[in-house]
Antibody
């Protein structure tokens, strides 16, 4: 069974950097695409991008290209989502997802950006 | 990729059947049998209800069924129950990425 466990909630100031994580288990991590989904407060789901851990092939949705960096380390079966300079508008719940086969989701990481 | 189109709201009485639509294009819904549906209750993570157009994960009630015709996918909820009141999102593979619909709020009258 695919299990995705995300890092805990974060409270950050505008301008700070952040890297959140998503550790996969119960499957061969290198063989399945892993994606990130944003849900802003009271809003719908948005695909941010996906990465294939075997070769780090990464694809970003146009709205997120250049805004975030998605990476993965197959040696620790973990995918990452990072920002170099957070803004208040980055406040959201972020989910990692393996979209292929039977899709599986992490529990979500709440990121709050506020001064 | 543009978001898939879902009606903002659908309502029904207990016991009725309702159908939620999800309209895309020939670049996403119409070209791949990779449509999934998610149910989300307030404050909760999305729950997978249907994947690959019509497959139900184990543990999901058979009151939920999925289908597709052309560029439009559909989720049917039969025997509507109070617990079905939630937001529902469709999702499709779009050739290199995935795209969601805007979501449909289901209200049980």
């Amino acid at each position: 069974e695919v299990l995705l466990v995300q890092s805990g909630a974060e409270l950050k100031n505008p301008g700070e950097s952040l890297k959140i994580s998503c550790q996969g288990s119960g499957y061969n991590f290198a063989t399945k695409w892993v994606g990130w989904v944003r849900q802003m407060p009271g809003r719908g789901l948005e695909w941010m991008g996906i990465i294939h851990p075997a070769d780090s092939d990464t694809r970003y949705s146009p709205s997120f290209q250049g805004q975030v960096t998605i990476s993965a380390d197959k040696s620790v079966t973990t995918a990452y989502l990072q920002w170099t300079s957070l803004e208040a508008s980055d406040t959201a719940m972020y989910y990692c997802v393996t979209p292929t086969g039977v899709p599986s989701w992490g529990q979500g990481t709440l990121v709050t950006v506020s001064s | 990729q543009s978001a898939l189109t879902q009606p903002a709201s659908v309502s029904g009485s207990p016991g009725q059947s309702i159908t939620l639509s999800c309209t895309g294009t020939s670049s996403d819904v119409g070209n791949y049998n990779l449509v999934s549906w998610y149910q989300q209750h307030p404050g909760k993570a999305p729950k997978l209800m249907i994947y690959e157009v019509s497959k139900r994960p184990s543990g999901v009630s058979n009151r939920f069924s999925g289908s597709k015709s052309g560029n439009t996918a559909s989720l049917t909820i039969s025997g509507l129950q109070a617990e079905d009141e939630a937001d529902y999102y469709c999702c499709s593979y779009a050739g290199s990425l995935y795209v969601f619909g805007g979501g449909t709020k289901v209200t049980v009258l």
